[in-house]
């Protein structure tokens, strides 16, 4: 009955689910069957918790420190995981040393997502010329490698947690508007974008009713996968001298201030990095297992 | 009216210009899109999707906009959305130019005339629930939440879907046909004068097809509403619509009563396109040699007459004059066609007898 | 093909600038006058004019700029204000140690890794498969300058086979096997990253070869399984070589950390020198050089790609 266009037109399969089920709700039920997932958060809620509640839980003050104690090994009575070089509770210093470690590592993809989330909407939506202005500059910083970056960035500044936070951040936006910016132009492009611009929406009311919704999640997962790296940077960056300025408990700055003592106690040396080790991992599974419970490619 | 408003922000705007005006008025309407050339940019090629049209659709009416893919016709209801910006044309709806600094506001043209999408699922916001994107449109307009929703509820039922059902479902949980429901009752949240339907029944079965036409029939009566009606199925169009244009490579070829084109098409490609609908009665077969071919490149299209390259009449003069909109005599006073054929003057063998040749 | 050349080419120009522009942008990141920091708080007026007006501080910021890239389109990449010679020849010599490590590291991540994602994606879910998952995740996980000193613990401090830190000689490229032993621990530490990365990429396309139709037509076409392991290579190589440019980028940039913890001459090491001596010039032309570098590598990868998959020809 119909003429040449009839062939492209394709019938769409019907629903085999009739269940009302929140997309969220899903999400949230298929995360709670994945075990690794279910484990690697626990393990991140009680390194966070034992870091935020580390003035109660330390057994020592983590600054203070006796010639005579001096790198005491794993295992002593009364220092569980042994002494550092001027003889401060290495237990002590890793629990109060997650506290910065995490804040540097956690703060910078925070901030990256707010603004290269922000900008990455706007170049998505707004397209054209601000949208190739915005893409351009952003090909400009991803022209530096990250790491170079960083500490240029850090070392010109200075050290310190502000910097290095700022540094990371510079860091970590071009990827996130480029992701959002894709994604968003994605949605942008999809018919129930447009119908709501046919009900009159305007930008503003676009983005906040049809974009948002619809990208938030494959940009949750792409921020968490970015965290691991940020904490490895974070800790590189104070074990480099650019980042927290000791005496302050930091991970990498611990690795660093411990390098010497790889002669004496190796086990004792490498014992910050364990910590970072373990959040990154943890942050690594827990973005893979995201990734898998959110099917993070857009159903369209 | 059967569904209560809640507020007139979005309560029906009153007929202005009286039964025999125009609800819209479409005067030349243009769209060409640049090709982009890489780097440098310019001197990249055109392609000519909506080429100088013309048309009206009057009060209570269902105009119908036919064609091949790609002949326009879903570009010609973007530019009447202004979803995408014409390049040149005027818009008058009801009288009141549309733009301007006298006319109707874009926001105003969009709650008076609204559009129905051809894809169900993906006109739906896929993480908002069905009352919402009902009651998006009213929101938007300054409608209260609870009134919104109590809005939305009122046109699912009024589109056949229970409330208490599926306000607060997903769209991936409906049916194609239930999600049609929705963008129809999503597009008269606003109460509009005017409906743009894009293939809105085209990707549906055909038992669905018939309960969705029934549907916008009522809604028609109901709401006192018009629309334009765009599809490549010709039966369907043939049902539904008052009058048809019939496009061709993004320009009006033919127009005019629904029976006087049905019955007496005067351009060839308009034959050509009826005489693929299959018909059980023997009487009415032609002989006319359906289309063959697929329509020839907007990006170039042909000069003259745009069909010469497909048309079996073509002769030098299609191949060097494009035709213009003119009278066809026949039947009403308004079917007009462009055709050289149907041009007493206009140099082809056969103008003027080309009316003999009833289809 | 040479169009696209033309084109990629094209695009890099903006790019280079704008890295430039930034590069000159960091000195002047820095609180306060560059020469601030090298001068004692009470030197005289006139000395510090002096000094300005000879590298040129007393000019607009523009000027500064358009002389400063004038003088490294000629080569000069400037002076060091801490031993008062020229960039260039420090620069060059720590890159080149740099390379030493970071080339046979790129070469090593980049066959590790595709063998262990092909080998991983072929025995999915297999014993094999589930080992070298954790391994990856372990890899793209690892503070490399950890693992680093990790290393060190094991292979020097422990079993004492392989020298801690530094290099034999006057560096470069290794002559002898002592030379070989002084790389391989940073080797090994830099290659992790791109193995756990790459394999992980690998395994994924070799899943998603294996799973679609035609790889089942070509096994029942009774292909030999060589023939069914080069085509998988065939699918699996252009975006394993896509992101292996990218991270032989990072290696050359983020080898520092590793070159500190084995105090390797490179790169990385010659720009935390700068960093803690305050020599901006050096940082510059560090900095300058590896992000050119990089954008160069990409360049060549796009090209590369391009050769061996059409369709990216766009």
């Known amino acids: 009955m119909e003429m040449a266009e009839t062939n492209t037109q394709a019938t769409r399969r019907e629903p085999d689910v009739e269940l009302v089920k929140t997309y969220w709700r899903s999400v949230g039920e298929r995360l709670l069957r994945d075990r690794v997932t279910v484990g690697v958060a626990l393990i991140l809620a009680v390194m966070v918790s034992a870091s935020l509640l580390a003035p109660w839980l330390a057994p020592h003050d983590p600054m203070a420190g006796s010639v005579a104690n001096r790198l005491k090994p794993v295992g002593t009575t009364g220092h569980l995981l042994g002494t550092d070089e001027t003889g401060r509770d290495m237990l002590s210093r890793i629990l109060y040393g997650g506290r910065l470690s995490l804040l540097c590592g956690l703060t910078p993809v925070i901030l990256a997502t707010l603004i290269g989330g922000f900008i990455g909407v706007i170049a998505g939506v707004a397209g054209g010329v601000v949208n190739a202005l915005l893409m351009r500059l952003m090909d400009v910083l991803y022209a530096f490698p990250s790491v170079l970056l960083a500490v240029a960035i850090c070392g010109v500044l200075g050290a310190g947690i502000t910097n290095t936070i700022l540094s990371l951040t510079i860091v970590f936006v071009p990827p996130i508007v480029r992701i959002t910016e894709s994604l968003t132009t994605q949605v942008r492009n999809l018919d129930f974008v447009e119908a709501a611009r046919a009900a009159g929406a305007s930008h503003l009311e676009l983005i906040r009713f049809q974009v948002i919704a619809n990208i938030l999640g494959p940009l949750f997962v792409y921020a968490t996968s970015l965290v691991s790296i940020s904490i490895i940077l974070a800790s590189g960056l104070s074990f480099l001298g650019l980042g927290v300025v000791p005496p302050a408990a930091e991970w990498g700055l611990m690795l660093n201030a411990l390098r010497q003592a790889i002669w004496v106690d190796p086990v004792l040396a490498a014992l910050p990095g364990v910590a970072i080790l373990v959040t990154s991992m943890c942050f690594n599974l827990l973005s893979d297992g995201l990734r898998t419970a959110m099917d993070t490619r857009l159903k369209a | 009216m059967s569904t209560p408003v809640a507020s007139t922000a979005i309560s029906p705007r009153p007929d202005r210009g009286g039964p025999m005006q125009p609800l819209l008025n479409v005067e030349g309407l243009r769209k060409h899109f640049r090709l982009k050339r890489g780097l440098l940019g310019g001197g990249g090629a055109v392609v000519r999707a909506v080429d100088d049209i013309s048309f009206s659709v009057s009060k209570g009416h269902t105009l119908g906009i036919v064609g091949e893919s790609g002949c326009g016709k879903s570009t010609t209801a973007r530019l009447l959305m ?278 | 093909m040479l169009k696209f050349i033309g084109m990629r080419l094209l695009h890099t120009v903006p790019i280079l600038f704008g890295v430039s522009l930034l590069v000159f942008a960091l ?250 001596r305050r020599d901006i010039p050096v940082l510059q032309a560090t900095v300058l050089i590896l992000s050119l570098l990089f954008v160069l590598i990409n360049l060549l990868v796009d090209v590369l790609q391009a050769l061996i998959d059409p369709r990216m020809r766009r």
């Open chain 2, 82 to 359: 202004h979803l995408i910006e014409p390049d040149a044309g005027t818009v008058v709806f009801d009288g009141d130019p549309v733009g301007g600094p006298r006319g109707v506001s874009l926001r105003e043209l969009r709650r008076q005339m609204q559009m129905v999408f051809q894809d169900s699922y993906a006109s739906l916001n896929p993480r908002a629930q069905i009352a919402d994107i009902i009651a998006f449109p009213a929101r938007i307009h300054g409608l209260g939440a609870r009134d919104a929703r109590d809005r939305a509820a009122g046109l699912l039922e009024q589109v056949g879907l229970r409330p208490g059902q599926f306000a607060r479902r997903y769209p991936h949980e409906l049916s194609g046909g239930q999600r049609q429901r929705v963008n129809i009752a999503r597009a008269l949240v606003l109460s509009p004068r005017l409906l743009i339907l894009d293939e809105a029944v085209s990707a549906l079965d055909k038992s669905v097809e018939a309960q969705v036409l029934n549907l916008l029939a009522d809604l028609k009566q109901q709401l006192s509403l018009s629309y334009i009606f765009i599809s490549h199925d010709l039966n369907v169009v043939r049902h539904v619509s008052d009058r048809v244009l019939v496009m061709y490579l993004g320009q009006v070829v033919e127009s005019g009563d629904t029976r006087s084109i049905f019955r007496t098409p005067r351009h060839p490609y308009t034959r050509a396109l009826l005489s693929a609908v299959p018909t059980t009665d023997p009487e009415r077969r032609t002989a006319v040699a359906p289309l063959t071919g697929d329509p020839p490149n907007p990006i170039n299209p042909p000069d003259g007459c745009r069909f010469h390259t497909r048309c079996a009449f073509a002769e030098a003069v299609c191949r060097k004059l494009m035709p213009r909109m003119a009278s066809a005599d026949s039947g009403a006073g308004d079917h007009l066609v462009a055709c050289h054929m149907a041009n007493a003057g206009s140099g082809h063998s056969q103008a003027g007898s080309a009316g003999g040749m009833s289809a």
């Open chain 3, 27 to 276: 000195v002047h990141m820095v609180p306060g006058n560059p020469l601030d920091i090298l001068l004692p708080a009470d030197a005289p007026k006139e000395v510090i004019e002096r000094l300005k007006a000879e590298y040129g501080f007393d000019q607009p910021l523009y000027v500064q700029y358009l002389s400063w890239l004038g003088r490294v389109l000629a080569g000069d990449l400037g002076t060091s204000v801490f031993t008062g010679q020229k960039v260039a020849g420090d620069l060059f010599s720590a890159l080149n140690n740099t390379l030493a490590i970071a080339l046979p590291a790129a070469v090593l991540g980049f066959t590790l890794g595709i063998a262990l994602g092909v080998v991983t994606g072929l025995h999915q879910g297999g014993w094999i498969d589930r080992v070298f998952s954790v391994l990856s995740i372990f890899g793209v996980s690892v503070p490399h300058f950890w693992l680093a000193i990790v290393l060190v613990a094991i292979f020097s401090v422990g079993l004492g086979m392989l020298p801690a830190a530094g290099m034999a000689g006057d560096g470069g490229w290794p002559t002898s096997l002592e030379d070989v032993s002084y790389l391989v621990l940073p080797v090994i530490s830099l290659s992790l990253i791109p193995i756990g990365i790459i394999s992980r990429l690998v395994r994924s396309t070799v899943l998603e070869v294996t799973g679609q139709e035609f790889a089942g037509a070509l096994k029942a076409k009774g292909l030999r399984r060589r023939r069914i392991l080069l085509h998988i290579l065939k699918n699996a190589a252009p975006p394993a070589l896509a992101l292996m440019g990218l991270q032989f980028g990072y290696l050359l940039g983020g080898s520092i950390l590793v070159e500190t913890v084995y105090n390797w001459p490179g790169a990385g090491q010659l720009m935390n020198l700068a960093i803690f």
